[in-house]
């Protein structure tokens, strides 16, 4: 079964950074488009940052030069790196994993930004 378990979202002040984890069970992430996507009360769900299988790698304008998406080298795992967190980055946190019409969701990790 495939599964992707996201972990460490936490409760952060403004300024402060994270790094949010979504590990692989199943399968690997060699050939999936990764995107970490996120969803605030009462918004829709965004897609924050992708990395494809090639690496090349895409943010939204919100978050450029704050965020950085990676995987490791087993690819198993992809990460969030999160720096200069604000209020607006308060929302559920999701990791997808896609190849072709089959895609892969996280439960998803909460990352509150407050002081």
């Known amino acids: 079964q495939l599964q992707l378990v996201e972990s460490g979202g936490a409760l952060v002040q403004p300024g402060g950074s994270l790094r949010l984890s979504c590990a692989a069970s199943?399968?690997?992430?060699?050939?999936?488009?990764i995107g970490w996507f996120r969803q605030a009360p009462g918004k829709q769900r965004e897609l924050v940052a992708r990395i494809v299988g090639g690496g090349s790698t895409n943010y939204a304008d919100s978050v450029k030069g704050r965020f950085t998406i990676s995987r490791d080298r087993a690819m198993r795992t992809s990460y969030l790196q999160m720096h200069d967190l604000k209020p607006e980055d308060t929302a559920v946190y999701y990791c997808?994993?896609?190849?072709?019409?089959?895609?892969?969701w996280g439960q998803g990790t909460q990352v509150t930004v407050s002081s």
């Open positions: 199943g399968f690997t992430l060699d050939y999936y488009t």
């Open positions: 997808s994993a896609r190849y072709g019409s089959e895609q892969v």
